[in-house]
């Protein structure tokens, strides 16, 4: 799927685009599930362990802004995260044994798709080594105008930055930090069916969706075998941690200790929750909020 030269551009830059590893068939069957879960949304009234809802979300027009652990939630999903041309690229950019971490849903609608902003993973999950990735499959054509994620080339190479506001964590980046060229973000664009995969460190985020199309992104995190948590909402079972392993063997007990930055996402957000409620407490947007419906209607008028 990936050459050494994707190799050694994803170990320089920090992230990969591989195009159109998933079939037509398993990306119209993604969109048809995502849809049902939507539709589904109209009964919800507030956030849940399933969903993250966007701030104008009701009955008559559901919108949903996260699926929560979609791997948790329906079978399709769980198949895309064990895909067996996903894990041999992760074989040759993380460890050549995979282990799971955890998975979202991000569906950015056309219009007022939300903004994520600028971040690195590795300050929400610091681990004993840092290599970790993040898969992300486009589940719909990613284009500049509908908010695709945008990585910092080299940044995984950098400090790990503050993502803390008022002395407590807010998963985000203050836009004003001078030593980081915000504007050197290269778009991670596809054709429906590609992939990302971003580093932990990668500084990233994502625009608005100013577009008339959908960009929805399913969002998988995976790591050494032999990376283990520093901090978490809590330590699986034994048996729960060693099912997580994908590919290879691992020594179960004896993770490896790398000289790696860390800071810890404590004390814990103000507004605790998805990576948008966090974000809640950064004083300062990068890439502004979502319109209001009055604001769309007059925009399409």
């Known amino acids: 799927m990936i050459s050494d030269r994707d190799v050694e ?10 195009d159109r590893v998933l079939s037509a068939e398993e990306v119209a069957e993604l969109r048809r599930v995502t849809d049902e879960f939507v ?12 969903y993250d809802l966007e701030p104008t979300h009701s009955a008559q027009d559901p919108r949903v802004r996260r699926i929560k652990t979609p791997h948790a939630q329906h079978p399709v999903y769980d198949r895309i995260m064990r895909h067996p041309r996903i894990l041999e690229i992760l074989k040759k950019l993380v460890s050549p044994a995979v282990r799971f971490d955890t998975s979202k849903l991000n569906l950015k609608s056309a219009g007022y798709g ?9 300050a929400f999950y610091p681990h004993t080594n840092d290599d970790l990735a993040a898969v992300g499959v486009m589940m719909d054509d990613c284009e500049i105008e509908n908010g695709p994620l945008l990585c910092i080339p080299g940044s995984h190479k950098g400090p790990v930055y503050d993502h803390h506001a008022d002395g407590v964590f807010c998963g985000a980046i203050d836009p004003a930090t001078p030593e980081i060229d915000f504007q050197s973000a290269v778009p991670c664009t596809g054709p429906a069916g590609s992939i990302s995969i971003h ?18 992104l399913l969002l998988f995190q995976y790591r050494a075998a032999d990376a283990w948590p520093l901090v978490g909402s809590g330590q699986p079972s034994w048996d729960e941690w060693q099912a997580l392993l994908l590919t290879g063997q691992d020594e179960p007990v004896t993770p490896r200790l790398a ?8 004390p814990p957000a103000s507004h605790q929750g998805s ?5 809640r407490g950064l004083k300062r947007s990068f890439f502004g909020a979502p319109k209001e419906p009055a604001e769309l209607k007059a925009a399409a008028t």
């Open 39 to 50: 539709e589904r949304a109209r009964e919800v009234r507030e956030h849940d362990a399933v």
């Open 114 to 122: 939300a903004a994520v902003e600028w971040h690195q993973d590795w």
């Open 9 to 18: 551009k994803y170990r320089e830059d920090g992230f990969l685009v591989v």
């Open 199 to 216: 580093h932990a460190r990668t500084i990233h985020g994502s625009a608005l969706n100013t577009s008339s199309k959908a960009r929805r």
């Open 259 to 266: 000289d790696v930055p860390v800071r810890l996402p404590l």
């Open 275 to 279: 990576i948008y409620e966090n974000q």
